[in-house]
């Protein structure tokens, strides 16, 4: 397997609430991700998580605080003192050093496998089609579907899908990717084959969030496990100190469930 190229992406969360009208969902999550490492999200339905996700990348517009991106503020511009929001095509230009991949695969239905990776690089960032494919081979083959480069999502498992979801994010060349619940809609017996691909990119240093509740692949490639509950980070550490010597009651009883 090719490294994938080292690239900054250090995330920095910083003071971030996040109302839905009146119901604010985050309040005041502070969170630092060092580049080329691994940060697991753990957290009972409803404790924000999806939300920071999508806070960092900038598909929610925060109310308070900052997410920065190698020390660039995400979604914003400092004019003085004040906050300016970026433009859409400014913010694009950040996103797509995002890469996203979410519970429902969401590839293109009418597009193959090869040609959903592709579309990304060509179309948003203008790269040569000839090179690009050369490029979304490699990344089939990373994902271990080579073979798979001319099928429809329709002729592919659940597992399979998302890693064309996956190498498709990887072909943005992103400084950090986020996976939100990766596995949650797979079938039990196509969960493993998604977590090592997971896995295996953590291994070569690229910068990754992971929402999951899969403790087993947590404790495998985390070198943060970052603990969340009604909004706030209640816990956090390495595997050894999140999993095996929790200090908070809610940490406790969350772990009591899962494990
Ligand atoms: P998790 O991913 O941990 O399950 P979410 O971030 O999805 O949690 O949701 C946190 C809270 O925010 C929940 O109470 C949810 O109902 C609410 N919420 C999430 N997205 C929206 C939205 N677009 N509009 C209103 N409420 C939302
Ligand atoms: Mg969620």
């Given at each position: 397997m090719t490294a994938v190229q080292?690239?900054?992406g250090r995330v920095e969360v910083h003071g971030v609430h996040k109302s839905f009208g009146t119901h604010e969902?985050?309040?005041?999550?502070?969170?630092?991700?060092?580049?080329?490492?691994?940060?697991?999200?753990?957290?009972?339905?409803?404790s924000g998580k999806s939300t920071l996700l999508r806070s960092i990348n900038h598909l929610e517009t925060v109310d308070r605080g900052f997410v920065a991106l190698d020390g660039e503020l995400v979604g914003y511009r400092r004019k003085g003192d004040k906050l300016h929001e970026l433009k859409e095509k400014e913010l694009l230009r950040q996103r797509t050093r995002f890469g996203f991949v979410f519970q429902s695969f969401n590839l293109f239905p009418h597009l193959t496998a090869l040609e959903n990776v592709v579309e990304a690089p060509v179309s948003a960032q203008?790269?040569?089609r000839r090179e690009v494919e050369a490029e979304a081979r490699e990344l089939l083959s990373r994902v271990g579907l080579a073979d798979k480069a001319d099928a429809h999502p329709r002729q592919l498992s659940g597992g399979q899908q998302q890693r064309v979801a996956i190498a498709r994010a990887l072909a943005?060349?992103?400084?950090?990717l986020l996976f939100d619940e990766p596995t949650s809609a797979l079938d039990p017996e196509l969960v493993g084959e998604v977590l090592a691909v997971i896995a295996d990119l953590a291994r070569t240093g690229?910068?990754?969030?992971?929402?999951?509740?899969?403790i087993g692949f947590a404790r495998q490639a985390a070198d943060q496990i970052?603990?969340?509950d009604d909004g706030r980070v209640v816990?956090?550490?390495?595997p050894a100190q999140v999993l095996d010597d929790p200090q908070h009651e809610r940490t406790r009883?969350?772990?009591?469930?899962?494990?």
């Open positions: 080292a690239r900054p969902v985050l309040h005041g999550v502070d969170l630092v991700v060092e580049p080329g490492s691994v940060t697991v999200v753990l957290g009972p339905s409803g203008g790269r040569p943005m060349k992103p400084a950090v690229t910068t990754m969030i992971v929402v999951t509740h899969e970052v603990f969340m816990e956090q550490g390495t009883a969350f772990l009591a469930k899962v494990l």
